[in-house]
Structure formats: C-alpha cells, structure tokens
C-alpha cells in the first residue's frame, strides 16, 4: 500500500525511542509534507524515575532531537518503571504517567488486581510473558490516548517504526491497522485512531540513508558499537554487549547480576549476564571512546543534534540484538 491519506489526521503521534527506526519515521513523514504543527513525539520511559534498564541520555537525547525539529515531545512512563513492575509483590501494576499539551501531568490506571513478579521478563517473542514491551511501551501508549478527552476530537494516527526485517513475528505486522485504542462510539463519541508503520518494508541501509541526510547525531549507543536502540540492559543482549556493558558501566552489570543472583532467575534461561559477558569482547568503539560512554550515562544532552560530515555510527549494519 502506499499509506493512508495523512492529511485526513487532525494529528500524527510518533513512537518516539530515539532509535534509528523512530527517526526514519520522523524524517519520513516530514519528506512527505506533512505540517509538523500536526506531529506529537511520545516517548515512552521504561525505567520511569527508577534508573535501571535504560540509556541514561535517552530522554535528553529525545528531547534535544524534537527541539531541534520545533516539535513537542511528551514523555510517559509507568509509575515504579521496569524496576516497581519486576518487583511487584501482591500490589497492582503501576499507573500510567503521562506529559499532556497543557503542561499537567495525566495519570491512568494502577487500581488493577494485585500481582506477583519478581523476575524479568522472559527473552520471548510472546509479549505475554516478555512483560516489559507491553507494560512498558504499548500499553502506555493506549493508556495516554485513553486517559485524554482530546482523542474522541478528531483523527489520530499513531505510528511505530517496526520492520519487517528485523524479525518473523515483526515481518507480520500489519502496515496499517485500526489501533488498539479506536472505538465505534455509543455512549461516548468514537475515538478513530488508526495505526501506521511507515518504514515497515525498508531494509537497514534506507533508514541510515535518510538518517544521513538529514544530519542527526544517532543515539550515542549506535556510536559506541549496539546496532538496534534497546534498553542499555537489553534482555536480548548479546554476549558483545553484556561483555561491552560490563567493561564500561561496571556498577550498572553488577547490579543486574545482583538481582539475577538474588532472585535465583537469570535473565536468559540458560545463562546468567556474568556467563553471557565471558563469552563476549566488548565493542572495539566503546573502547575507544570514553568520552561518549560518559555522555551515554548524562543524563542531559550537552553536544550538537546534527553534525556534517555526517560519519555512519560503528555499530550500523552490526549485530541486530533486541526486541523481536
Ligand atoms: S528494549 Fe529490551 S528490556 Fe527494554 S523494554 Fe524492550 S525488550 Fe524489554
């Protein structure tokens, strides 16, 4: 298909991680003309104010991006973060957080039933038990679509930057879909959201072929040698990169191994992030570069957004570890 009409939306929510693909998605309907007084960035915090999966520089990094472009970016996050849901003991998940256009702070949800965790999520392509994508990332999204009236005004179309090639279960996804928050009204006025993923047929080179155009710095995470934006503690992690986290950020990977000890469940089935980093070497870029390690763990952004010449990151074309 070649996409839906996108000057029927009233606006366009992109699913903002920061990651090469959400900047694809961004350039991309920029290329087609659509008027950035329409387009929301929402970035979803998966750590929430609890340090411990993330990139410390992811937020800052969105941020000075969607300053960049003029755009408003809104951050959502669930109360407690990876950190309060892992820990769940008897007490309901967390509420959703969520920046809103007038400045206050949303809230929704957090009256479920009571649950019981502690473990991480499972390295699974079934969202059912890797928790963290939907408890983290989808359903916040739902939730702050849900929790504000300004969707039944209107169309909204919210886009993500899955593609196909990055894996079978995401090869099925649907390039356009009604989302998972649109209903057909009654009481209440329909809330017509549609779904889109407009890079979901593009190959790796497309979306750093546009990302060289335009400039932009990528994540330093991509400078340091990780070829796909995930949590800096991945559940997916390669041996190169858990080897690669504990040569630079020794406190975050003892922390991890910490609790895979405490808990008596690894993170990979088979392996604990102490037996996966003996197997790996870290990334000759990270290596070398201690400078950005330490601006990986700012948690403001203090260099440029864009700068020419623009150099592909070393960890383009690389390993593709990360969420299926
Ligand atoms: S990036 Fe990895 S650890 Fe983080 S939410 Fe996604 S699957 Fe979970």
Do not use: N
């Not at 979803?44 to 003029?70: K, N, S």
């Not at 995930?230 to 910490?258: D, K």
Request: proline content about 7%.
């Amino acid at each position: 298909m070649t996409g839906p009409d996108l000057a029927a939306y009233d606006r366009i929510l992109i699913a903002f991680s920061g990651g090469k693909d959400s900047l694809a998605c961004l350039l991309h309907l920029l290329a087609l003309g659509v008027d950035p007084a329409r387009i929301e960035l929402h970035h979803h915090d998966v750590d929430g104010d609890a340090p411990f999966m993330d990139w410390p520089c992811t937020l800052g990094y969105c941020r000075a991006v969607a300053a960049q472009f003029g755009l408003p970016l809104y951050r959502s996050w669930r109360e407690g973060g990876f950190l309060g849901e892992m820990d769940r003991d008897g007490t309901p998940t967390g509420a959703v957080l969520f920046e809103r256009p007038d400045g206050r702070l949303g809230r929704s949800g957090g009256e479920g039933p009571p649950g019981v965790r502690g473990r991480f999520p499972q390295v699974s392509a079934d969202l059912r038990v890797r928790w963290c994508s939907g408890v983290l990332k989808i359903d916040v999204m739902a939730a702050l679509i849900r929790g504000q009236d300004r969707f039944l005004d209107g169309r909204t179309l919210v886009v993500t930057g899955e593609r196909a090639e990055e894996s079978p279960g995401r090869a099925r996804y649907a390039v356009f879909e009604a989302h998972r928050t649109a209903t057909a009204g009654g009481r209440r006025p329909p809330r017509r959201v549609d779904h889109w993923r407009p890079i979901h047929a593009w190959d790796e080179g497309r979306v750093w072929a546009v990302i060289a155009r335009s400039g932009l710095v990528p994540h330093p995470a991509y400078r340091l040698g990780w070829g796909r934006l995930s949590c800096r503690c991945c559940i997916f992690g390669s041996p190169h990169q858990w080897a690669t986290v504990r040569a630079l950020f020794p406190a975050v990977f003892a922390r991890i191994a910490a609790r895979e000890a405490a808990s008596g469940f690894t993170l990979h089935r088979a392996a604990s992030v102490i037996d996966l980093a003996d197997r790996g070497r870290p990334y000759a870029a990270a290596l070398a570069q201690p400078e950005l390690a330490a601006q990986a763990e700012a948690a403001d952004w203090t260099g440029p957004i864009v700068r020419r010449p623009w150099t592909l990151p070393a960890g383009a074309f690389g390993e593709a570890a990360g969420p299926v």
